[in-house]
């Protein structure tokens, strides 16, 4: 895979940051990471932040749904996102209201990381 994935770990969440191409298959690698990181430190807490190159097509962000439920990731977790390339941003945007059209949105998107944070600590 073309990416790279840093998890850090913090008091009440995880920030996951990650850097490479945006495709259909690294996208499952990835939150692959992310279901494992967040079941090893037993934190669902996420804090995330992207720097992609490219996204995946519009096609594949309606196929997010059905890879989240693969993956397993339910209500459980709780992710506040930041794409940092204005160039994916609205593609990330389209995966997000698509898991959000379908309940299975568990986060909220956001411009920058102090903000994101916030808003992540105030989750119950």
């Known amino acids: 895979m073309n990416l790279e994935i840093n998890v850090t770990p913090h008091e009440n969440y995880l920030h996951i940051k990650v850097k490479g191409i945006g495709n259909y298959d690294n996208a499952v690698y990835f939150w692959q990471k992310v279901v494992d990181a967040c079941e090893e430190h037993q934190c669902f ?3 995330g932040e992207q720097y992609l190159i490219d996204s995946v097509t519009t096609l594949e962000a309606y196929d997010h749904p059905a890879m989240f439920k693969k993956l397993g ?3 459980k977790y ?5 794409d940092n390339n204005p160039r994916t941003r609205e593609t990330t945007e389209l995966v997000y209201n698509v898991l959000a059209s379908r309940s299975l949105s568990y986060g909220k998107m956001f411009h920058d990381v102090e903000s994101a944070r916030r808003w992540l600590l105030t989750q119950k």
């Open 78 to 82: 709780q992710f506040a996102w930041v």
């Open 73 to 75: 990731i339910t209500s």
């Open 45 to 47: 807490r996420v804090l």
